[in-house]
């Protein structure tokens, strides 16, 4: 029986995956390093640290900076992220994201967060869906990101429902590699999973109850 549903959020609440894209391209391309959609899809459900470690490997000049200098080039890439969400509201949850939630929230369905992201508060205020939210997993407190379980594990805690009563719904490959690797059930958008959705207007109570036989 299905009791909790926990939600990846970049790119399945919200699309800022293209914000977070543009802010990377604009710092790998100062750094001298062209990267292109492909490329970002690698980059989907890692962490901020990481993107920006993979970005410098794929250009080859991973060695040329000092721990402190790849933070700072991190932080550069979050201001730059934090510019474009100023104008994020309401209007850029995807579609059929707030009517799943409220039919969710009906039928006593709890719902968690398992993202990586740091923004993910600011995100939810901005989205006005912070109080729908039961419980967001905080990435400072798991050891490992995706492909890392422990995100998702951590949500399934929090909303204090066993990992098989769960399905986690993800947009990235890493995101489905970390729920297969705690035998999550998994709902992918655009992505291989369990079962996967071209679009998050798919998503509905029905589509989870398939998951009960
Ligand atoms: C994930 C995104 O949700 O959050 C990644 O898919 C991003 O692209 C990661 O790098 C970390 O986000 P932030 O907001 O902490 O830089
Ligand atoms: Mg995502």
Known sequence: MIRGIIFDLDGVITDTAKFHYAAWKSLASELGIEIDEKFNEKLKGIS?????EKILDYGGIREKYSDDEINSLAQKKN?????????????????????????????????GLASVSKNAPIIL?????MEKIDFIADPSKVEKGKPAPDIFIEAARGIGIEIEEVI???????????????????????????????????????????FNK
């Open 48 to 52: 901020r640290i990481e993107s920006l």
């Open 79 to 111: 201001e730059e992220y934090k510019k474009l969400l100023k104008s994020l509201d309401r209007k850029d949850i995807l579609p059929g994201i707030s009517e799943f939630i409220d039919e969710l929230r009906e039928n006593n369905i709890k719902i």
């Open 125 to 129: 205020e901005k989205l006005g869906l």
């Open 168 to 210: 986690g719904i993800e947009d990235s490959d890493a995101g489905v590699k970390a729920m297969k690797n705690c035998k999550m059930k998994s709902i992918g958008i655009g992505v291989e999973a369990d079962i996967s959705l071209s679009c998050t207007s798919e998503l509905s109570l029905d589509l989870i109850k398939k």
